[in-house]
Structures are given as structure tokens and as C-alpha cells.
């Protein structure tokens, strides 16, 4: 717990807040990675050393590409030694005679970029001066065709090797193991000397939990209840609680929707047009994620549920609009098709739905590998086009679909019967209308041609009476030069008010009965046509679709393939007889023990929102542009777990949250400060206190408020700017953050603020900035003073009471400063109150003292009344301290992180 300080100064506080913070982003900033130097081995060897060095500043002009620059190869040693048009570039025991070294050492090449670094030209010329050697004899040139071709040495990098599923290792510290992640974490720190720290109390614990698993606080009476339950399960079953609970899907959607790069609009272009049917998508995974859907099946129905189901797509039943629902995951990547319908938009959208397929899944940035090979992993040119066979019967530029063609009815037979049954009974009416909105035009025209003498009188009635498609040149000439006779319904309440009254009158009962039609809604889908076969895949030179080359077969990247094995996907499974089957066979290998990857990546991921940081800091880059995992044994012990629950995730879920590295203090050990082997935190040698996210942070202030609407599911609430500029959620809405409208052009401003995501594509890790505007958003936004108010108006009128808090404490506090002469009776415990619903705890006896000072200063110095308040009362005095008071709260460290 926080000793928080209450002062008369609201100022002083969010000053403090900032420092404080701005103090834990420079302790995460040291801790990031720098560029070690290589250490030279004994005999450096091309395929180890040599080739990730040419891979990246080399290879795109001198590689597996047509035209090479110089008529150079430099995929091999071989094809080095014979050299180019300028001769062979390197000479093996030379390397001042080596071409290749002195043009990087003039600078020269490579041409852009940063160039070669020191270290990487120090590690070039001790490979040449050792001979220029090769670990094995080299393939012929012609067998690499036009990839940079795989060497042994690019498989065994670790992300790419089979899962081993190591046995959780022996430790001293048995009694401190509740579950085996505890035993791999303590053979990190053992040899050091360390070990976790002691557990967390309880009142931390239910609040780290709670906020983890619900993304919400526990309410007081929670607590209250945790607190007084003294056996020995009393943590696993609130874990089960918080499991079982409706707001575990909402948390927990949420993070996926970030991978997946949920908006409720287009994006793409300034036109930037809704998507009226994504929220589907959204719930979708809320009711995934509380049914504790397998992820197998999870990603499968995401990318290819449209396969399961036979067409024509009527008379659905729930499980198949479940199936086509899931595909919205395809239609998340942004798509201005709809206002830019240029081939380079068109292919942008499968160039981002690629990016977001590859890095979610496979924790690879394959994108990297559409204009050329990878530079730094061993995806190549040919392998990204494998990929894009996947999805080019949907996505293909030619024939590409816009959003508006892409949605499903879900109307049944029975609601069109139920419709056209309506639309009868309308038929009267809708005829009477007609007849008399015609009469009453009639009418308007005798009116308004009593204005015109003989014989323009007769020439203007007969041309307005004529039928529009019937009228000569003279006539519509005579009409443009007298343009009021042109008579239009929205006109006609200037002639025959009474009329006009009429037929608002017509139109309310048509309306009324065609009210009774049942609604038709839709779902934004991802399908292939079913009367198109799936056009030819073709590598495009330097990724241009106007350079297609030879054609390329749908499949998977030939590193993630044993050797000698066949890339192509079965292009032949046909799960519902009406599509190519790409996308079912692309999923299953994800889940194949083939596939080393995805059982990482998710893990990680799931490892990651837990502890805020994964095994993996980089949860969507598990190639060498990435960090490497910390513990990778425990990764892999993870990735199998996960496997062994049948990829369910809550029982994985209380894998973690049941040990004691999760369940252990924040704090370090004061008494290794200055010489603390995990002084980072990187092995988890005691719990990483992050901050929240920023809907947690706008649902806890909610939830503080009483604000909080549990209503789940259905259509977002909208946003709008206010008279400040600031994107607000419209109206008085308190729905959860998940259920707020993701408009790209218009995020919220306070989420902005603290780090949400705006999905230009999609998102695999937010940051934690410490900006100044996210103090000015909690010292002067309006939503956060309106919420303060609304619980300072609660917690006086005892709406809500102490909860956890004793009576004798609250008496103590009350008689710890002197009292006002106005006081409301019910000031202390409102005070405690304000406590224990934005803190979720109760203040300590010296804490409710302080803070009620702080009240009683605040109104002794007449402060400026909230607006809607008003400063001539006692009420609204005291009413606009208790509001700052939880305001101060609300922005403090304590409620913004989760330690």
C-alpha cells in the first residue's frame, strides 16, 4: 500500500505523479537493448558469420533478384570468387587485394542505408584474411533459382527449431514452487544468488488479479469478502471467480482486437467511412474468449470460417453466422476501397492483411520479404508470395470486392415472408398517400400559376404537367426561366399547409406499420467468390503489380518447412465444396506440430499482458530483428502447455497467475540495491509494476464513479470532438472502453493520451509513454472532473458507504483536525468512502486524517465550484473538495499502475 499524502495543493500532486512516472520510464528506457560487440571465433565460416552480415547490406542487389547490379552473386562464396564485371570481390587471405572491402571501406557500398557497421567489416576481414571458408561445400548457383537459398545455420536459429518441451528443471527453494513456471523462473536466479520475493498480502493480490484477468477493480464488498476468506483456496477460487466472470471476455477481447487492428471504420484515406457491422466481429471474440474457445479452433474460424459453410448463405443457423462473424478478423486491416478504388489500394489491403496475418500468427515480419528477400531472416521473396496465394482468391487486386459488396443478410425466409406481409398492408396506404400527395400538387399549381397572365399562364401549366421525360427543349427552357413553378413535394407546405400536415400524418402511420417488419442486419464477411476460380499468384518484381513475373504456388516459407519437404498447401480441401480450401489447409498447419511458431507467439503473448512484458519483449517479432526470449525454455514449456490444455486458455491462464512469481511483491529488496543481479526485473525475480491500459484506466474511474454500465455487446457508442477540440464518447455513456467506437480519424482523447493504439494496421505491443498531456488529461479533462463529481456526490449522500474500513477508525480520523463549523455529518466516512472505491482499499487511520484536512483547507479557501456547482452553498463546497480529493486519487500512481 501507498502511504498517499494528501495536500492542499491539487497541483503539487499531479506534479508529483508526473516526476514519478517520468522517473519509472527512465528505469525501463536503461534496461534497453545495445549493440554488443561480436566476439571473433577461432575460424569464422560464410554460412554463420559471413552471409546475416550480406543479407542485410548486400543481398538485395547482389542476391536472388533479376538484373544483379554489376552482374554480381554474392549468395555464395563460389559465385563471389568469379566475380562480377569489376572481377572476382573478395580474395581469400587478402584483404587489402579484396574488392568487397575496400568499396565498404570508401564508403561506396552499400550505396544506402547506415552501412556496414565496425564491427560487421572487422568480422568481414578476419573471415577473408582466414581463408574466406565455408562450412560445407556449396550448392551450384542454378539450384538457388531466385531465392538466397537455406543454410543450416539459418534453421537452428531458435525460433524456427521444434518445441523440445523441457522437463521443469530441479531447484533449492521448493517451498516458494507452486507451479512448474516457478521452477523454471528459480533456475534463472538461483545461480545468482536470488530468489522471488515474498508473496504479495492479499489486499494487492485481489487488485493485481482482478484488474488482469477483468480488466475492472474489485468492488469494496469484494474485497471485504476475499479478505475474511481464510482457507487455504480462497486465492485460486477468486481466481475461478474472475474466470467464470462476463468481463474476463470483454478484458481479454480487447487484447486480441489489438492484434487483429480492430477499427469501426475504413481508414485508408481522409474519407476515413464507418463500418457499421464490425462490432459483430468484437462481440464474436468477447463470447470466444468467455466460452473459452480452443485457440485452434479460435484462429481457424478467424481465418477461414467462410470455408465451413455451404452456400447460398440463407436460413442460417447460429453456429454458421458465428463461423462467417469470425472472418471480420480478415476485414480489420484499414480499407479505403470504398472512397479510393485505385489499384494501389487495392493491393495495400493485402499487403496489410498479410502484415497483420503473419505477425500475429507466426511472430515474423514477413512483410519485409514483398519487394525483396528479408534482410535479416530467411524469408525470401518467393516465400512472401506463398503466402499472398492464401489470400489472393478474395483479395486479389483484380475483381478486389469493396466493404459495402462483402456483407451477409442474416434475414430468414420466415422474416422476408414476415416482411412482404408488411409491405402489403403498407400498399394501401402508400397508394392513398400518392394519390392525394398528386391532388394536393395539383392544387399548389392552380396556386401558384394565379401569378402569371394568358398566355404564359397556359404555356406554363402545360409544361409542368407534362411528364418530365415527355418535355420538348421549349419547354424545359420555359420552366428554368420560371423556376417556381417547378413544384416539389419539400416545397409544398408554402402553398396548402394543411396538406402538407396531412401528409406527415400518411407518412407516421406508414412508418408505423412498416415498423413492424423484423430489422435486417448484417455481418461484414471474408469470402472468396464462389463463381470465380482463385486467380494465378505471381512473384511481382520489386513488389509492383504491374511487374508480375513466374507464377508461385500458395504455400508456406520454406524455412518453416522440414527439409526437402513440399511447400505447397493442398490446394484441394474444400470444406463446403464452394472455396479453395487455402485458408482451412493454412490454419491447420499453424496448429500442426510442423509449426514451431504459433504455440510461441500466442504463449508469449498471453505471457506478456500478465506481466506486461514477455519472454519475447518483441510479441510480434520473433526473427532476428527481435529480442530474444529471456527464458526460452520456459517459452517452450509454456508453448507445449498450451498445446497439452487442448489450446484452451483458462486453465493456462491459472498456470501463471497461480504462482508465486506472479503472486509475489513489487518492491526489491532494499537490501540489494546497489548490487542486484535483476536490477531490470528481466527475471522476474520479484512482480513488474506496470501501468494499466488505457481502458482499464478510463473503466476504473468508471467503476470508482458507479458510472460503469455492465450492459454488454451490441453497436458502439459514438464520439465526438467537444467544444475544446477533444474527442469525448458521446452523450453520458459509462459503457466499457470495448464498447466505445474505434474511429481511426477520431481516437478518444484521453485513451490517446495514455498509449491506445490508433490502427493504421494493427498493434502487437503498446508502449507506456510518460507524456505531460496525460497529467493536463487528469487535471483538467472533463470526463475525469465529471466522474470525481458524480462519486463525490455518491459518497455524501451515502449512496455508497464504507465498506472495509472500521467505524472506530473513521471516529479517529473525524476527531484528527478541527472541525468545520458547516460539516456535514457524513464527511469522514465519505472521505473513506472515496478511499476504498477509487483505491480499492481503505485509508489508514493517518490517511483519513490528512485527507479530511485537505477537505476542510479546500473549503476554508472558498476554491472555484465544479461546473454545475455552485459556490454560494455549504453542500457544493464541500461537495467540489470531495470531488478533488478523488480526482488526486483517480491520478496517482497507485491507481494508474498495478504493482
Known sequence: MIDFQITNMVGRIFGLILASSTLTAFAEDVTAKKEAKPEISAQLTFEKDIKPILRAHCLDCHGGVEGKKGKLDMRLVRTMLSGGETGPAIEPGNVDESYLIARIVDHEMPPKGAGVSPAELEKLKTWIAQGAKTARPEPAPEALGTTLGLTPEERAYWAFRPIADPTPPSVKSTGRVRTTVDKFLLASLEPLGIGFREDADKLTLIRRVTLDLAGVPPSPAEVRAFLADNRPDAYERLVDRLLASPQYGERWARHWMDVAGYADSDGGSAADTDRPHAWRYRDWLIRAFNDDKPLDAFLTEQLAGDEFVPRPWNNLTPHQVDLLTATGFLRMPADPTAADYSETARNQVMTDTIKVVTSTTLGLSVACAQCHDHRYDPISHVDYYRLRGMFD??????????????????????????????????????????????????????????????????????????????????????????????????????????????????????????????????????????????????????????????EVKPGIPEVLKPEGAVLDLDGTVQPAGHSSGRRTAFA??????????????????????????????????????????????????????????????????????????????????????????????????????????????????????????????????????????????????????????????????????????????????????????????????????????????????????????QAESISKGLASGTKMPDEPAALSGAVATIWERTLSRPPSEKELGRSLEFVREHVRTGAPPLPGLKGDNARDKYLTALAHLGQSLMASNEFLYTD
Open 393 to 550: 482468391p478474395a483479395l486479389h487486386w483484380e475483381g478486389f470486392r469493396q466493404p459495402g459488396a462483402r456483407v451477409v443478410s442474416l434475414y430468414r425466409d420466415l422474416d422476408r415472408a414476415a416482411a412482404a406481409a408488411v409491405e402489403e398492408q403498407v400498399k394501401p396506404l402508400a397508394e392513398k398517400r400518392a394519390a392525394y400527395q398528386a391532388d394536393a400538387m395539383k392544387r399548389a399549381l392552380v396556386k401558384e400559376l394565379e401569378k402569371y397572365q394568358e398566355p404564359l399562364k397556359s404555356q406554363l401549366k402545360t409544361a409542368a404537367e407534362t411528364a418530365a421525360d415527355k418535355r420538348t427543349p421549349e419547354m424545359n427552357a420555359l420552366l428554368d426561366a420560371n423556376p417556381s413553378v417547378k413544384i416539389s413535394p419539400g416545397v409544398l407546405y408554402q402553398y396548402l399547409p394543411d396538406a402538407a400536415e396531412e401528409l406527415k400524418k400518411m407518412d407516421a402511420a406508414i412508418g408505423a406499420v412498416r415498423a413492424k417488419k423484423p430489422p435486417e442486419n448484417f455481418i461484414a464477411i471474408y469470402d472468396e467468390p464462389p463463381d470465380r476460380k482463385p486467380p494465378v499468384t505471381k512473384r511481382l518484381h520489386r513488389g509492383d503489380y504491374r511487374q508480375p513475373l513466374e
Open 588 to 805: 491447420r498447419w499453424l496448429f500442426s506440430d510442423e509449426n514451431p511458431l504459433t504455440a510461441r507467439v500466442l504463449a508469449n503473448r498471453i505471457w506478456m499482458h500478465h506481466f506486461g512484458r514477455g519472454l519475447v519483449a518483441t510479441a510480434g517479432e520473433f526473427g532476428r530483428l527481435g529480442e530474444p526470449p529471456t527464458h526460452p525454455e520456459l517459452l517452450d514449456h509454456l508453448a507445449s502447455e498450451l498445446k497439452r490444455n487442448g489450446w484452451r486458455l483458462k486453465n493456462f491462464h491459472k498456470l501463471i497467475v497461480l504462482s508465486s512469481a506472479y503472486r509475489q511483491k513489487a518492491v526489491r529488496d532494499p537490501g540489494r540495491m546497489s548490487d542486484d543481479p535483476d536490477a531490470d526485473g528481466r527475471l522476474l525475480s520479484r512482480f513488474p509494476v506496470h501501468r494499466l491500459d488505457a481502458e482499464t484506466i478510463r473503466d476504473r474511474i468508471l467503476a470508482a464513479s458507479g458510472h460503469l454500465d455492465n450492459q454488454m455487446y451490441g453497436p458502439p457508442v459514438d464520439v465526438q470532438a467537444d467544444d475544446s477540440g477533444q474527442v469525448v464518447v458521446a452523450g453520458d455513456s459509462g459503457r466499457r472502453s470495448v464498447y466505445v467506437k474505434q474511429k481511426r480519424s477520431q481516437p478518444v482523447s484521453l485513451m490517446a493520451a495514455f498509449d491506445a493504439p490508433v490502427m493504421e494496421t494493427h498493434c502487437e505491443r503498446r508502449t507506456s509513454a510518460t507524456v505531460a498531456t496525460q497529467s493536463l488529461m487528469l487535471l483538467n479533462g472533463t470526463f475525469l472532473l465529471g466522474e470525481a463529481n458524480r462519486l463525490a456526490i455518491a459518497a455524501l449522500d451515502q449512496k455508497f458507504v464504507p465498506e472495509m474500513i
